[in-house]
């Protein structure tokens, strides 16, 4: 390329009649030069001086005109020169990013200028990572400026450094930070400048750029912009176009995005909004190359129906694949849910300037389906089946990406796959498993399914054999010593002719780690419950009973989840057993708890002052109400007589107990 600036100067015919004076009419001059094809304008003017806060410089002023300017209507800068070094210039912070071939600019000539005089663009320059200011100077001989249109073409190479060099104009990310014209001194005359721009060579080579970087394994492409339309990508508050420049691979497209505006806005590119994409695999991949800076809070969002599930991330400067699962795609801190389709997908940030390129947009983590032909451990139940695949390889040697064949793991996860659930409102633990694929055929042969759990000292099992496709027990009532207890489960699975018949799916934590999980209620109870000493944690009551038999007192342990009830016998009791005797006596407790819960303890040795105390309260419990009699059953006999009822409500009792614990107890139980 040659090394003078490349200026095509359009002589207006008018100009060549000469006259001595040009005095512009009110009417608009519009241009007749076409500009490249492909431009990023920095500025029209179409939105004043003020937007770049355009202000004379040394002995230059300004003025918005509508004379003359680039197209057929419109606003253009009115620059008038004389004196020392005057020009025109922005404010600093235009973050103008700079690519491709150079800067143009229109120029309009009323009459000549003073011969052999220079205009300087000068091009005040940052980068992210450098905040000191480089200055490039790209310079224009007044004698190549005819009298009428001018198109000024100046390629990066033709800008020299004005000063100390901090950064050069292939920096990445390099940007204007400010725009001067300057005219040396002892030059008069006016000119009007519009359509600003960075511009790119017609004639030049459009040559693709491969990536370096490689998409996860297992990932399916939902896009990847060869054929445009697909998903109709819609520009949004930027300008968007299919490009043939870079994108992931050796060949093809991907959608370059750009913005270069000084005010800030949501910006970026997203699909149609009529979708019904499936959420497949494991969450969203994608390939990127950011020529600016780091971009901090670049959103990446899912539509479904009008809630907008998002997860920002930083889009780094230059090349990168990026894989977010789909549990972080969140609204209000609830994940999408994969179940259900996706109308619209967008990328967006609140930026002044960006410039990127997305390709390769797709899912990650999907399996390809399998084939049952190759199983590995055949004696193994649940071993994992392998199918016949392909991969993308990139060659060390020779850097180019290859095809190999491979076997794909029809599915990498454990036989059984487990989840927890803890629900607030009924104080309940659920565990859920489904099986996975490598397990169905398995499954098919089995000839009984256990599951065993455990909770601290408690431990049962259920028969699950008929829950083919996967099961779920609930545990219940659950109280602080509950919590705290480890809670430890697998699956027993029989199978004639497999030797391993015992899934290792072993799971030992204590339930409160699944139970606390966004449980600021139940986490406050423990706290409060921790944090009491001696009988804080203990509440009692007395009951006032008109029973001349028998009087009640009842203790709540809300650490412990018991309940110690004490009675005390009348000497009236005292007497009628004496003169009824021990013969075929059977004595009962009968405790009610709250409207569904019923115990019938028997006690052996009836005594003045008996004590009977009922273990695995949960917190429900405790905050019911507990209604107790004794009877008597003298069997053969008519002799058969029961105690009045007494009542006691235990959340009254411990309203009255320990300030923190009645409190935390209360607000959990609400």
Same mark, same amino acid.
């Given at each position: 390329m040659k090394k003078f600036s490349k200026i095509l100067a359009v002589v207006c015919a008018a100009a060549l009649l000469v006259c001595s004076l040009v005095i512009p009419t009110s009417a608009f001059t519009g241009s007749t030069v076409t500009m490249p094809s492909k431009i990023t304008v920095l500025e029209d003017f179409e939105g004043g001086l003020t937007k770049n806060s355009w202000q004379g410089a040394g002995g230059g002023s300004v003025a918005l005109s509508s004379d003359y300017g680039y197209g057929t209507a419109g606003s253009s800068l009115q620059l008038t020169v004389g004196g020392s070094w005057p020009?025109?210039?922005?404010?600093?912070?235009?973050?103008?990013?700079?690519?491709?071939? !150079?800067?143009? +600019?229109?120029?309009?000539?009323? &009459?000549?200028?003073?011969?052999? @005089? $220079?205009? =300087?663009?000068? /091009?005040?320059?940052?980068?992210?990572?450098?905040?000191?200011?480089?200055?490039?100077?790209?310079?224009?001989?007044?004698?190549?400026?005819?009298? !009428?249109?001018? +198109?000024?073409?100046?390629?990066? &190479?033709?800008?020299?450094?004005? @000063? $100390?060099? =901090?950064?050069? /104009?292939?920096?990445?990310?390099?940007?204007?930070?400010?725009?001067?014209?300057?005219?040396?001194?002892?030059?008069?005359?006016?000119?009007?400048?519009?359509?600003?721009?960075?511009?790119?060579?017609?004639?030049?080579?459009?040559?693709?750029?491969?990536?370096?970087?490689?998409?996860?394994?297992?990932?399916?492409?939902?896009?990847?912009?060869?054929?445009?339309?697909?998903?109709?990508?819609?520009?949004?508050?930027?300008?968007?176009?299919?490009?043939?420049?870079?994108?992931?691979?050796?060949?093809?497209?991907?959608?370059?995005?750009?913005?270069?505006?000084?005010?800030?806005?949501?910006?970026?590119?997203?699909?149609?909004?009529?979708?019904?994409?499936?959420?497949?695999?494991?969450?969203?991949?994608?390939?990127?190359?950011?020529?600016?800076?780091?971009?901090?809070?670049?959103?990446?969002?899912?539509?479904?129906?009008?809630?907008?599930?998002?997860?920002?991330?930083?889009?780094?400067?230059?090349?990168?694949?990026?894989?977010?699962?789909?549990?972080?795609?969140?609204?209000?801190?609830?994940?999408?849910?994969?179940?259900?389709?996706?109308?619209?997908?967008?990328?967006?940030?609140?930026?002044?300037?960006?410039?990127?390129?997305?390709?390769?947009?797709?899912?990650?983590?999907?399996?390809?389906?399998?084939?049952?032909?190759?199983?590995k451990d055949a004696n193994v139940v649940g071993a994992t089946y392998f199918t016949a695949g392909k991969k993308d390889i990139v060659c060390e040697d020779c850097g180019e990406t290859v095809e190999e064949d491979v076997e794909i793991p029809c599915d990498t996860a454990a036989p059984v796959i487990y989840t927890k659930e803890y629900d607030t409102a009924a104080n309940t633990l659920t565990v859920s498993w489904t099986y996975s694929k490598a397990f169905e055929e398995d499954l098919l042969k089995a000839g009984k399914i256990e599951f065993n759990y455990a909770i601290g000292t408690y431990d049962n099992t259920v028969d699950v054999s008929t829950a083919q496709v996967g099961g779920s027990v609930t545990f219940e009532g659950f109280n602080a010593e509950r919590l705290a207890a480890d809670l430890s489960y697998n699956l027993v699975v029989e199978i004639e002719g497999i030797d391993t018949a015992k899934l290792a799916t072993d799971s030992k934590e204590t339930v409160k780690a699944s139970a606390v999980a966004n449980n600021d209620k139940l986490n406050a109870l423990l706290s409060a419950l921790d944090a009491a000493t001696g009988e804080a944690a203990v509440v009692a009551g007395q009951v006032d009973n008109t029973d001349t038999l028998v009087s009640n007192t009842m203790k709540a342990d809300l650490k412990a989840g018991t309940l110690d009830l004490r009675f005390v016998a009348s000497q009236d009791l005292i007497t009628k057993l004496n003169t009824l005797g021990k013969e075929g006596r059977t004595v009962t407790l009968t405790v009610t708890i709250g409207e569904t819960v019923t115990k019938d303890i028997t006690i052996d040795t009836l005594k003045k002052v008996t004590m009977v105390k009922i273990t695995g309260m949960s917190f429900e419990q405790l905050n019911s109400t507990v209604t107790v009699k004794l009877g008597f059953d003298y069997e053969g006999t008519e002799k058969d007589f029961t105690t009045d009822v007494v009542e006691f409500n235990c959340g009254e009792i411990i309203a009255d107990t320990d300030t923190a614990v009645a409190n935390a107890f209360e607000a959990f139980m609400k």
């Amino acid at each position: 390329m040659k090394k003078f600036s490349k200026i095509l100067a359009v002589v207006c015919a008018a100009a060549l009649l000469v006259c001595s004076l040009v005095i512009p009419t009110s009417a608009f001059t519009g241009s007749t030069v076409t500009m490249p094809s492909k431009i990023t304008v920095l500025e029209d003017f179409e939105g004043g001086l003020t937007k770049n806060s355009w202000q004379g410089a040394g002995g230059g002023s300004v003025a918005l005109s509508s004379d003359y300017g680039y197209g057929t209507a419109g606003s253009s800068l009115q620059l008038t020169v004389g004196g020392s070094w005057p020009g025109a210039k922005t404010t600093t912070g235009r973050n103008w990013l700079i690519t491709d071939t !150079g800067i143009a +600019l229109w120029i309009y000539v009323p &009459e000549a200028l003073t011969a052999n @005089k $220079t205009m =300087y663009v000068k /091009l005040n320059v940052k980068t992210p990572t450098v905040t000191n200011t480089t200055v490039y100077e790209g310079k224009i001989n007044t004698n190549t400026l005819s009298v !009428g249109e001018n +198109l000024v073409l100046i390629p990066y &190479e033709d800008f020299a450094l004005s @000063k $100390t060099q =901090y950064a050069t /104009l292939t920096d990445q990310g390099v940007y204007i930070d400010q725009f001067e014209i300057i005219f040396t001194s002892n030059i008069e005359g006016t000119i009007f400048v519009d359509q600003i721009a960075i511009y790119r060579d017609d004639n030049a080579p459009v040559e693709f750029i491969p990536s370096t970087v490689a998409m996860p394994e297992n990932y399916e492409v939902i896009d990847n912009f060869d054929i445009a339309g697909s998903l109709s990508w819609q520009a949004d508050n930027s300008t968007i176009e299919y490009s043939g420049e870079r994108g992931y691979g050796t060949s093809g497209r991907s959608i370059h995005v750009v913005r270069n505006e000084t005010t800030g806005a949501w910006t970026g590119t997203k699909t149609r909004a009529s979708l019904t994409a499936e959420l497949k695999g494991e969450g969203i991949t994608f390939w990127a190359y950011n020529m600016g800076g780091d971009l901090t809070d670049f959103a990446v969002i899912l539509y479904q129906g009008s809630t907008q599930y998002e997860k920002k991330i930083t889009l780094k400067a230059g090349e990168g694949v990026y894989t977010i699962p789909y549990s972080d795609f969140q609204k209000n801190g609830v994940a999408v849910d994969v179940t259900q389709t996706v109308k619209q997908f967008k990328f967006t940030k609140s930026a002044k300037t960006l410039n990127y390129y997305i390709d390769e947009f797709g899912y990650y983590g999907v399996v390809a389906e399998c084939q049952h032909t190759n199983k590995k451990d055949a004696n193994v139940v649940g071993a994992t089946y392998f199918t016949a695949g392909k991969k993308d390889i990139v060659c060390e040697d020779c850097g180019e990406t290859v095809e190999e064949d491979v076997e794909i793991p029809c599915d990498t996860a454990a036989p059984v796959i487990y989840t927890k659930e803890y629900d607030t409102a009924a104080n309940t633990l659920t565990v859920s498993w489904t099986y996975s694929k490598a397990f169905e055929e398995d499954l098919l042969k089995a000839g009984k399914i256990e599951f065993n759990y455990a909770i601290g000292t408690y431990d049962n099992t259920v028969d699950v054999s008929t829950a083919q496709v996967g099961g779920s027990v609930t545990f219940e009532g659950f109280n602080a010593e509950r919590l705290a207890a480890d809670l430890s489960y697998n699956l027993v699975v029989e199978i004639e002719g497999i030797d391993t018949a015992k899934l290792a799916t072993d799971s030992k934590e204590t339930v409160k780690a699944s139970a606390v999980a966004n449980n600021d209620k139940l986490n406050a109870l423990l706290s409060a419950l921790d944090a009491a000493t001696g009988e804080a944690a203990v509440v009692a009551g007395q009951v006032d009973n008109t029973d001349t038999l028998v009087s009640n007192t009842m203790k709540a342990d809300l650490k412990a989840g018991t309940l110690d009830l004490r009675f005390v016998a009348s000497q009236d009791l005292i007497t009628k057993l004496n003169t009824l005797g021990k013969e075929g006596r059977t004595v009962t407790l009968t405790v009610t708890i709250g409207e569904t819960v019923t115990k019938d303890i028997t006690i052996d040795t009836l005594k003045k002052v008996t004590m009977v105390k009922i273990t695995g309260m949960s917190f429900e419990q405790l905050n019911s109400t507990v209604t107790v009699k004794l009877g008597f059953d003298y069997e053969g006999t008519e002799k058969d007589f029961t105690t009045d009822v007494v009542e006691f409500n235990c959340g009254e009792i411990i309203a009255d107990t320990d300030t923190a614990v009645a409190n935390a107890f209360e607000a959990f139980m609400k």
